[in-house]
């Protein structure tokens, strides 16, 4: 055949007005399936299969457009239609011209419909703008996933589930990823425009959020990746698993995220992300629930934290990260509820136990160096914590906790630093935020304290430490009403015995000595019930200026290993620090240093 005559024939056959109008509706099947699909949460694969049948049906139907056609007795080959009766000749000019009109009427309809669906997408869509200024190209918040289950005790799921994929990707070198606090600080806002605020506030260039729906078993777990500057949808997806799959997909949804910004993964980043923590669902589901309770930073919140940790263990006692979480609880509950001694011996067995089992694991290293501060191994607790860094430089409490061992040696200018290179990780971390006003309060900086700390209080009215920081602040500032203010504030907010100690010393000072001799008694019906720091008495009685009585309950501190680290530089002890019982305290601090 000659191909003139080929397409002649092509023409004749109608293939040429299939083509057009396969090609028109399958973009407007496109197009409505796009819009409509998320609204009822239809998993993306669908449209995925939807597109490849489209692709795959173009060759099909111009096949059978070729061999076949549609006449009034029903479809024909081709050959069996005679061409004047039915397409090309002059024997039936009203009908041929019917039927191509009636072509020409679907491909306009159907490109109307098109570019109709086009401009609506566009303009329904978030408007393009420029990234905020001085974010970095390769940077990602993970904004809380929602909690869409019936039971809204499932919330420890979508929280924890949004924790480890915060923790999974600052592992990633390369992408700056602000730490839990910054993103948690977003929980619940809703607000129009809020994925360029986000933006904005922690300087990412991405935004990664979700929402798990749990039912017995079953999950649904949907995760969209958004750019900051557009608003449009850079990945996205929908699971439905089981339970026990939910590591599977923490772990797709961490390298999806990945593949989309365009990194480049190393060997050891690539397995990082792939490899699950645990291979037991139940171990996991267990161990959220640690860090959502741990998370509270309550003497309640504490206990429950160490009873699912150890929960998570005997299910899976080969689990490195639940070792980390068990120590981390320990070594925020000394001196809170539990001797110091006892919780710094037990975060270091801890710690140990999960560098046993991942020798490389930053979280671990973290741990470690925590309890060895606490026990007066500066040296030591700084290795442990710059390994941490090393292993995960995007790790901010590593820096804060660093910056703590620069503090314990009077060196307040590299504690400032490090604890705003941890700042600049986790921006609206509550932690963090108070911590830089310790630092400043302790150097003696009480105006650059006071703004720290309000504006710390700013992120979270209720934040018992900072109230009590700030108190401390305006105290050595002599400022003494309004720091027993924020002293009474920490107290009713939170009922650890350390926020007793500081008002008793502020009613002390404050001239009040009936009040400051009832937070003793309240302290010592306390201690018959829980464990009482006794540091919180010492407090009180140097308000007293009981001198003696201080140093007795100061001593019985050392023996429990309260936190006592600041000793060397806090204005609290100002007015012992002279004193010969005081002075050997620190030289045995001291030698148990250089051990």
């Not at 011996?345 to 991942?358: F, G, T």
């Not at 429990?560 to 002075?583: G, I």
Request: net charge neutral.
């Amino acid at each position: 055949m000659k191909i003139a005559n080929f397409f002649a024939e092509l023409k004749r056959r109608n293939v040429y007005k299939v083509a057009v109008a396969y090609a028109v509706v399958g973009w407007l099947l496109v197009q409505v399936t796009t819009q409509v699909f998320p609204i009822f949460e239809i998993p993306n694969w669908t449209l995925r299969l939807i597109v490849f049948a489209i692709i795959i049906g173009f060759p099909i139907a111009l096949v059978v457009a070729w061999a076949f056609e549609l006449t009034p007795e029903g479809i024909k080959h081709t050959e069996d239609v005679d061409p004047f009766d039915s397409r090309s000749g002059q024997v039936l000019p009203n009908k041929r011209v019917s039927k191509n009109r009636a072509w020409i009427y679907v491909t306009l309809i159907g490109a109307a419909l098109s570019v109709t669906l086009f401009f609506i997408g566009r303009l329904s869509a978030p408007s393009s703008r420029p990234p905020p200024a001085g974010v970095p190209g390769k940077s990602i918040a993970v904004l809380p996933f929602v909690n869409m289950s019936a039971d809204k005790s499932d919330e420890y799921l979508s929280d924890g589930m949004t924790e480890e994929l915060i923790n999974v990707l600052t592992k990633v070198k390369g992408l700056r990823v602000p730490g839990r606090s910054a993103c948690f600080a977003f929980k619940g806002k809703n607000e129009d425009d809020i994925f360029h605020k986000v933006g904005e506030q922690l300087h990412v260039s991405a935004v990664l959020e979700g929402s798990v729906r749990k039912a017995g078993d079953k999950l649904r777990i949907t995760a969209q990746l958004v750019n900051v500057a557009d608003g449009y949808h850079l990945w996205s997806e929908t699971y439905d698993r089981d339970m026990k799959d939910i590591l599977a997909v923490q772990s797709d949804v961490a390298q999806r995220v990945v593949q989309a910004l365009e990194l480049q993964l190393g060997g050891e980043e690539a397995r990082a992300l792939a490899k699950k923590p645990t291979e037991n669902a139940e171990a996991y589901r267990l161990y959220l629930l640690g860090r959502y309770h741990f998370n509270k930073f309550t003497r309640i919140g504490w206990t429950n934290a160490i009873h699912y940790f150890e929960q998570a263990l005997q299910v899976d006692p080969a689990y490195a990260l639940a070792y980390c979480g068990l120590a981390d609880t320990y070594g925020w509950a000394g001196g809170q509820i539990v001797a110091g001694r006892e919780a710094w011996a037990r975060e270091k067995e801890l710690a140990l136990k999960a560098l046993s089992l991942e020798p490389d694991l930053a979280d671990a290293h973290l741990s470690l160096g925590v309890a060895l501060f606490s026990a007066f191994d500066f040296r030591g607790s700084e290795d442990e914590l710059k390994r941490a860094i090393q292993l995960n430089p995007n790790l901010a409490l590593a820096y804060d906790q660093y910056g703590w061992t620069f503090m314990a040696k009077g060196d307040f200018d590299g504690a400032i630093a490090n604890e705003k290179k941890a700042l600049e990780l986790d921006p609206l971390n509550l932690l963090l935020n108070t911590d830089l006003g310790f630092f400043l309060q302790w150097a003696r900086r009480y105006d650059e304290g006071i703004v720290q700390l309000r504006k710390t209080l700013e992120l979270d009215p209720n934040n018992a430490l900072a109230h009590q920081t700030l108190g401390w602040c305006l105290h050595w500032k002599g400022k003494t009403a309004d720091a027993l203010a924020e002293f009474q504030k920490a107290t009713t907010l939170d009922d650890l015995p350390w926020y007793k100690g500081s008002l008793g010393y502020a009613y002390a000072a404050s001239g009040d000595r009936a009040k400051a001799e009832q937070i003793l008694r309240d302290l010592d019906e306390l201690a018959k019930k829980q464990y009482v720091s006794p540091a919180a008495r010492a407090s009180v009685y140097l308000g007293l200026g009981e001198k003696g009585k201080a140093l007795d309950w100061i001593e019985k501190a050392f023996e429990d290993m309260d936190p006592l680290f600041w000793w060397n530089t806090d204005q609290l002890y100002d007015s012992v620090r002279n004193e010969p019982r005081f002075k050997a305290l620190l030289q045995k601090m001291a030698l148990v240093n250089e051990r």
